[in-house]
């Protein structure tokens, strides 16, 4: 995603080595990756070193926010600022985590008065949790560097690629909520 005029192809590095035979030059039987393509190998080669570069990313941000957070925290945030108070079910649902990786991360963010409870108004047994002003005041800094960030290196695209690559992370974020 250097250069918006990238047009390289990202699968020359790909090793698909299927003869007219459907034979491997490593002599494995063909079919492993061939129904999916280079293509799906792209994404997937592609996606690790995204990911990789987000959890870093993840981790210097949440320094920023405050030196004791955990990097997986700094998700929760962003979830509370985009989607307002919510259940610690609701959030460990979002994420796809269990309730003992969700507590312990909100065990964590109130010790730092990041984040804080109230009672669910419709379920007293419950508790929403929502940031606090110094938590949203700490979050909305770091992520608007990280905005200006991110609109420096995508300044030579053009808005409507920009958008057709939201548009498409959005897509395919939505496959884990169909998996459940």
């Known amino acids: 995603m250097e250069d918006a005029g990238d047009t390289t192809d990202v699968h020359k590095n790909s090793t698909d080595f299927t003869d007219s035979t459907g034979s491997t030059d490593d002599g494995e ?3 492993a ?10 994404v997937e080669r592609e996606l690790a070193v995204f990911l990789r570069r987000a959890r870093a990313s993840s981790g210097e941000m949440a320094r920023q926010v405050h030196p004791d957070l955990e990097p997986a925290a700094y998700g929760l945030l962003v979830r509370l600022e985009d989607a307002g108070e919510q259940r610690a079910t609701e959030l460990a ?13 909100l065990h964590a963010l109130l010790g730092l008065g990041l984040v804080d409870r109230r009672p669910d108004p419709a379920d007293r047994r419950a508790s929403l949790v929502r940031l606090t002003p110094e938590g949203r005041r700490r979050f909305t800094r770091v ?10 290196k995508l300044a030579a695209w053009d808005r ?21």
């Open 29 to 31: 039987a063909a079919g």
């Open 33 to 42: 990756a061939e129904p999916f393509g280079p293509e799906c190998l792209d």
């Open 93 to 105: 649902a979002y994420f796809g985590v269990g309730k003992a990786t969700i507590s312990r991360q």
């Open 143 to 152: 992520r608007d560097a990280r905005r200006l960030s991110y609109a420096r």
């Open 160 to 180: 409507r690629e920009i958008a057709e690559l939201a548009r498409l992370l959005h897509r395919l974020n939505s496959l884990a909520d169909q998996e459940e």
